[in-house]
């Protein structure tokens, strides 16, 4: 019941039921009952006044009166054959009078005690309805809840249209953080909406173009004093090998600061892939290089996403395990609709305190920046930018006994 379509359809069609089963049972309660004794019993005892009053003569048909020897049976209704009673006692009439029903026949009998020794029986006004009329109402009743619940269907639709197309304009969001285009149409308040979505959307894009350009800008500007600097270094006699060794460093640093912003923006084309076809190319490359990289384990299982990024990706994150965790081991497990890449090393892992920080970019685990093995700091953000492009999610965790294990999780395809 979270979906507003739903809550919308449910309160329509209970709030249309609930008044037409008001309605209903204010006249169930008006018909079902009959008319109230205090007027049918007068009428009756003025009837049996003119019948007494015309006796011994003819009674005309128009009374619908007859005359037995014995009053009607059935069960005798106290309350109304008292006020009958008491009606003609006050009329000047002394007889005796008695009001019965039957449970097989609809209405009540009035039955008066002439002085004659004759009974006259008649009929009280009976207005119940007949049984079959509750099947009519039965069916009314059915009738409008269908035209309700389609109605509320409908005009939920046309309430709703312009919150979908929204919330399809929001889930095309691209990796860059740019929403797309929303169609300002609909009500005032999905327009004014929409409008506020689109601007929100042109600054991000405006703010998301200003930091890549910068970024670009700073990477290439970084590498011209660097040449210098390194012309200059060639020609030191005392530290050279230190200062040559700071150069390769801000060179890697400025390498990978435009890598990831070309990873942001230039995109590969999203295709199925052989995943186990590319972790074992890979794991064979590293081999080459000299990695201690080994297999444990690789199911066949396909994923959606772009080859290039995603060969770049899990690259990074092998590359990241082989040197820092000194070996590492794969192992790729479909299962329930979902391809599980584990790469485990047996390195000193990461302080809880700082795995959270692991994916941000220039991320060093000794603060100092002292460190053994090249790199920039930005291997891991480049592979989790790539991964969750593509749909996956990349975690990272401490394994009981020491190193580090890094989780890829696909949707398999």
Aim: glycine letters at 8%; a neutral charge; hydrophobic letters at 45%.
């Amino acid at each position: 019941m979270n979906s507003l379509r739903r809550r919308l359809i449910v309160l329509l069609v209970a709030s249309i039921v609930g008044v037409v089963g008001l309605a209903t049972a204010a006249v169930i309660s008006v018909r079902g009952g009959g008319p109230p004794p205090e007027l049918t019993v007068p009428w009756v005892a003025q009837q049996m006044e003119l019948v007494l009053r015309l006796l011994p003569g003819p009674i005309p048909d128009v009374l619908r009166v007859e005359f037995t020897d014995q009053p009607a049976g059935g069960k005798v209704d106290r309350p109304e054959t008292t006020m009958l009673n008491d009606i003609l006692q006050r009329r000047g009439f002394s007889l005796t009078a008695v009001v019965t029903e039957k449970p097989d026949e609809p209405g009540q009998i009035a039955s008066v005690h002439l002085p004659d020794g004759r009974w006259a029986i008649m009929k009280m006004p009976h207005l119940k309805p007949p049984g079959r009329e509750w099947l009519v109402l039965a069916g009314w009743i059915s009738l409008i809840v269908a035209g309700a619940t389609a109605v509320s269907v409908y005009f939920t639709s046309v309430l709703i249209r312009p919150l979908e197309m929204l919330e399809a304009a929001v889930s095309k969001i691209g990796s860059d953080g740019v929403l797309a285009a929303v169609p300002e149409v609909g009500s005032a308040e999905v327009k004014a909406t929409a409008h506020a979505l689109n601007q929100l959307s042109s600054r991000l894009r405006t703010s998301m173009e200003s930091r890549m350009r910068l970024v670009a800008a700073a990477g290439h500007d970084l590498r011209t004093p660097m040449t210098r600097m390194r012309l200059r270094a060639e020609f030191l006699d005392e530290d050279r090998d230190k200062w040559l060794h700071d150069l390769d460093e801000l060179d890697r640093i400025a390498d990978s600061a435009i890598r990831l912003v070309r990873e942001e923006v230039n995109q590969d084309a999203v295709e199925p892939l052989d995943l186990k076809k590319m972790v074992r190319d890979i794991s064979d490359e590293m081999a080459t290089l000299g990695h201690d990289v080994s297999i444990e384990r690789l199911d066949a299982v396909s994923v959606r996403a772009g080859a290039l990024g995603l060969r770049r990706a899990l690259r990074n994150l092998i590359v990241n395990a082989a040197t820092h965790g000194r070996a590492c081991t794969i192992s790729l497990t479909a299962a329930d609709q979902r391809a599980v890449l584990s790469i485990c090393d047996i390195g000193p892992g990461i302080p809880p305190d700082l795995i959270n920080k692991a994916f941000e970019p220039f991320f060093r685990v000794d603060p100092g920046r002292q460190q053994s093995i090249p790199g920039a700091g930005l291997g891991l953000a480049i592979a989790k930018e790539i991964i969750e492009r593509y749909g996956g999610t990349v975690t990272l965790e401490n394994r009981f006994g020491g190193g580090l294990a890094q989780t890829v999780v696909f949707k398999a395809v």
